[in-house]
């Protein structure tokens, strides 16, 4: 917008041809993936055109679905999947900000612990190597069981499915930093307060952020495969209680509302990431 | 305004207004059509009934479970036309994924974020008393004082046996089950619940005509959602359960239907409601109030004028979530098998929730024959004294009082606790008085 600033007396071009100007401008970076999605949008109208498709067409999802797609807020007052799809994204996005939370906190702060302390490291890496590869999933008969309720076994799930990353990437973040670092802090006879602060956090901040970022996918991910066991509400146990009855297209607009909250998500995080990690770090 | 380019400032207004028109077409409710549940179906509130102070409930809110088939409309219209409220009550009905589910919230019970009530398959409160499916074997106190309805499910059989014309008689079937053994895969049959009453009425069937649920074939739990598909795939080669998913079967030309079971066992018992037993007996005025609230919705529900009406509120997503026509036939009385046989109208073993009393009055004898059924198979101990099991767990006492209380017609209350000699379809008679000379009868058995 401000190169039009720098061309001078071109602000009194007429509304149109400034909007006109502007379309042009961006088309080659917006007719490339809209093309793309409509030929996709294409392909999958023609797999689907027989009649005895089992899947639903985006013309037949469309039609089916049309209440779900374009109420998204309708029905809060009602029960379980009966509530718009917001409510059911809102809900599950509580129990990710809550598993999250504490998946960040902890994995932050034994990430300093044990990336500093070799000891620690060589004791805890091959363990932490060993329960990191177990699929969210799969923790969640063993939360049941211990837990037996199933709101707190689905945030313990999202808990452990976000606390690799996290842990991990703060541990190598903080095991990375520079033998320069360490000898300046000697040199400079830094407390440990100021060796902390100064030096070991800011160095290790884009790897925690990474840790982070990764961390939010996956907890995503997590939450969807989790609510399908747990039931209540949520957009996992909308899709189950969709498979469930046979209504195949809402499972599809669920699966785009997954999809799009998913990489809002990522960029949120991306975002704040770009405003904490320091300018010359990136 | 000459800071900000006119073009910002114009196509920011227009952003926001489009924004806004946008939002404000999305929110709130979308009209509604008649598949999406009509709200204006209890615009005439029901006046809050007269309870004298000694039989006000103890508590207000209560939390039911149920799973969102037919079976459990008479909780479903008990709280869409007001019947809790009526009898001061607070009902949440909360739907549950499978009874698997419902088992675990009850074993959880209230304190614990479980349920305190849900419905259940009628020999589930006796399995999990004897601590047989529960966690850590633990005996949980149940209470059932009441059942929810009789007959209305189904035998769905695959295409694949639809030459051997198998209907009530599995004999036809013997050939092609010692086919599949030989050959090393064996047929399947798949039900809802191990030691529920799906399973109890796949055995009957098949043992009735010689062939043996164990060794000969296999039964296995297959979820509600996978029936049809499994059907299709072959993975399955008959299915016992509730509908919709008999008409599912016969749409998707994967199977046709057997037989619905009331033609095995006239109006036998199916889905009952349970409590937690040391929850009942704390709030035995809340369990009185809520069976009030219930046999209302029953008697609403067994009139077929109201079917209609009844099918499109349970179409809502929040309960059973099926569409209209895939449920109303059957609901109506009319049965398409999906075979050679003519469609029936008015069939006489349409789901029933009241019956004059006798469909919604918890006999002891149905429970002893579950129990016995459960002992053929080998799921409980052969010496285990029924008797005092069922004086425990059966809440006749309370059904009593309910309707008693609320004014039902004494020809409306079953005078004893048992419905007499049951005649199955292939004569078997089972006198409740003698249950081991009925055990004895039976031809193949475990025990």
């Known amino acids: ?282 | 305004m000459s800071e900000i380019s006119r073009r910002k400032f114009m196509m920011t207004a227009i952003a926001s207004t489009m924004g806004s028109v946008l939002l404000k077409g999305c929110l709130g409710n979308p009209p509604e059509p008649g598949n999406q549940g009509n709200s204006n179906t209890q615009s005439i509130a029901i006046p809050k009934a007269n309870i004298p102070p000694e039989q006000m409930p103890e508590v207000k809110t209560v939390k039911i479970g149920f799973i969102g088939q037919t079976d459990a409309a008479p909780l479903i219209i008990a709280k869409e036309k007001g019947y809790f409220a009526k009898w001061g009550l607070d009902v949440t009905l909360q739907k549950q994924p499978s009874w698997a589910v419902i088992r675990d919230k009850l074993e959880l019970g209230p304190a614990a974020g479980g349920l305190e009530s849900a419905m259940v398959l009628t020999p589930m409160p006796y399995l999990m008393a004897m601590g047989l499916v529960t966690k850590g074997n633990a005996k949980i106190p149940m209470m059932m004082p009441l059942r929810l309805n009789v007959g209305g499910q189904g035998i769905s059989v695959a295409n694949t046996l639809k030459d051997t014309g198998v209907k009530l008689d599995t004999s036809v079937l013997k050939g092609k089950v010692s086919e599949a053994k030989l050959s090393g895969k064996q047929l399947r049959f798949a039900h809802t619940f191990k030691g529920g009453t799906s399973d109890m009425m796949l055995r009957y069937w098949l043992a009735a005509g010689g062939i043996d649920p164990d060794n000969d074939v296999i039964t296995q739990i297959v979820p509600g959602a996978q029936l049809v598909t499994s059907m299709q795939t072959g993975d399955i080669q008959g299915f016992c359960v509730g509908d919709p998913w008999h008409l599912r079967a016969i749409n998707q030309k994967v199977g046709y239907t057997a037989l619905v079971t009331g033609e095995m066992w006239k109006d036998h018992p199916e889905k009952a409601l349970s409590f937690r037993g040391d929850w009942a007996l704390q709030h035995p005025k809340t369990t009185i109030a809520i069976l009030k609230a219930v046999i209302e919705a029953q008697q609403w529900c067994d009139k077929m004028e109201h079917r209609q009406e009844m099918a499109q509120i349970l179409s809502r997503d929040e309960y059973a979530k099926i569409p209209v026509p895939d449920i109303i036939d059957r609901l109506q009385g009319k049965i398409n098998y999906g075979d050679s046989r003519p469609v029936v109208e008015n069939s006489p073993n349409v789901m029933r929730y009241w019956e004059k009393g006798t469909a919604s009055f918890p006999y002891k004898s149905h429970d002893l024959w579950f129990l016995l059924e459960n002992e053929r198979w080998g799921n409980i101990p052969k010496n285990t004294d029924l008797t005092k099991l069922i004086s425990e767990v059966n809440g006749a006492t309370l059904w009593r009082q309910a309707a008693q209380q609320m004014g039902v017609s004494a020809a409306e209350i079953p005078v004893g606790d048992s419905r007499g000699v049951e005649v199955f379809f292939d004569g078997v008679t089972f006198d409740p008085e003698k249950p081991q000379e009925y055990l004895k009868s039976l031809k193949i058995k475990r025990t």
């Open chain 1, 1 to 282: 917008m401000t190169v039009d600033y720098k061309r001078g007396k071109k602000n009194q071009d007429s509304l149109v041809e400034s909007i006109t100007n502007y379309v042009k401008k961006q088309a080659p970076n917006w007719i490339p993936p809209i093309l793309a999605i409509v030929g996709f949008l294409l392909i999958w109208q023609l797999f689907t055109l027989s009649p005895e498709s089992t899947l639903p067409g985006p013309i037949k999802v469309f039609q089916e679905s049309y209440y779900k797609i374009f109420w998204p807020f309708a029905y809060p007052d009602r029960e379980g999947t009966a509530k718009g799809l917001f409510w059911q994204i809102f809900a599950s996005l509580q129990r990710v900000a809550v598993g999250y939370t504490f998946a960040g906190i902890v994995g932050i702060v034994l990430g300093i612990i044990i990336g500093l302390n070799p000891l620690l490291f060589k004791a805890f890496d091959p363990l932490f190597q060993l329960l990191r590869t177990i699929p969210p999933l799969a923790w969640l008969p063993i939360a049941l069981a211990a837990i037996k309720q199933s709101e707190p076994s689905a945030i313990f799930v999202i808990f452990i499915t976000s606390l690799w990353p996290i842990l991990l990437n703060t541990i190598v973040g903080v095991q990375q930093i520079p033998r320069d670092y360490k000898n300046v802090a000697s040199v400079l006879q830094l407390s440990q307060q100021e060796y902390f602060v100064n030096i070991v956090f800011p160095a290790s901040v884009p790897y925690i952020f990474t840790g982070l970022r990764i961390g939010i996918g996956l907890a995503w991910l997590a939450i969807v495969a989790a609510e399908m066991i747990t039931g209540g509400v949520g957009i996992g146990y909308f899709m189950f209680d969709a498979y469930n009855v046979g209504r195949t297209s809402d499972i599809i607009v669920a699966l785009v509302y997954v999809g799009v909250v998913g990489l809002l998500l990522d960029r949120l995080m991306s975002f704040i990431a770009s405003k904490v990690v320091p300018e010359e770090q990136k």
